[in-house]
């Protein structure tokens, strides 16, 4: 299975945009990035996703590089609810899956 | 619309004993998950289903066991619990490969 790989943690201060970003070197033509976020003491879910074209959605934007080995999850405007660890993953075979994510902390 | 539901929410056996975490999925979903993830890790996928009579092995597989007899339901079993199952346990369903997956609440299974 392809590998991605984020960084351990970051901070963000509340109402300001986040970049959390990850690399996905060896991702292959048809592997779908997914992002997914967990709340603390909850299940994780689901974030946004894409093949090759930025993503947005009422959560988030995704940009994805050019040669797709990397991408970039935007939060647009912090707020402390966003606290969680999001996770990068890439879904192709009938697994799923996932890493360590990105602490994300959220002062305000 | 109930999602992912599993249960039991909360649990404690004791070494030896044995005990099935349900999972149940109303979204007529064919892709099934079992993940289990110790405290400040990220999760592990044990077993997987992509529709009902097939499941096949994740990355930790070892002392569990699953069945998929319908669409609906994808029960976990523990045989001979050790405290190395202490965790926190986390069923998931998507519609396919590549769609999102939705995961229940979770099981917080103590061995001791």
Known sequence: DAKTTQPNSMESNEEEPVHLPCNHSTISGTDYIHWYRQLPSQGPEYVIHGLTSNVNNRMASLAIAEDRKSSTLILHRATLRDAAVYYCILRLDNDMRFGAGTRLTVKP | ?112
């Not at chain 2, 890790?41 to 097939?54: E, F, N, P, Q």
């Not at chain 2, 597989?61 to 319908?70: A, M």
């Not at chain 2, 926190?88 to 998507?94: D, I, P, Q, T």
Request: aromatic share 12%.
């Open chain 2, 1 to 112: 619309n109930a999602g992912v539901t599993q249960t039991p929410k909360f649990r404690i056996l004791k070494i030896g004993q044995s005990m099935t975490l349900q999972c149940a999925q109303d979204m007529n979903h064919n892709y099934m998950y079992w993940y289990r993830q110790d405290p400040g890790m990220g999760l592990k996928l044990i077993y997987y289903s992509v529709g009902a009579g097939i499941t096949d092995k994740g990355e930790v597989p070892n002392g569990y066991n699953v069945s998929r007899s319908t669409t609906e339901d994808f029960p976990l079993r523990l045989e001979l619990a050790a405290p190395s199952q202490t965790s926190v346990y986390f069923c998931a369903s998507s519609g396919g490969r590549i769609t999102e997956a939705f995961f229940g609440q979770g099981t917080r299974l103590t061995v001791v």
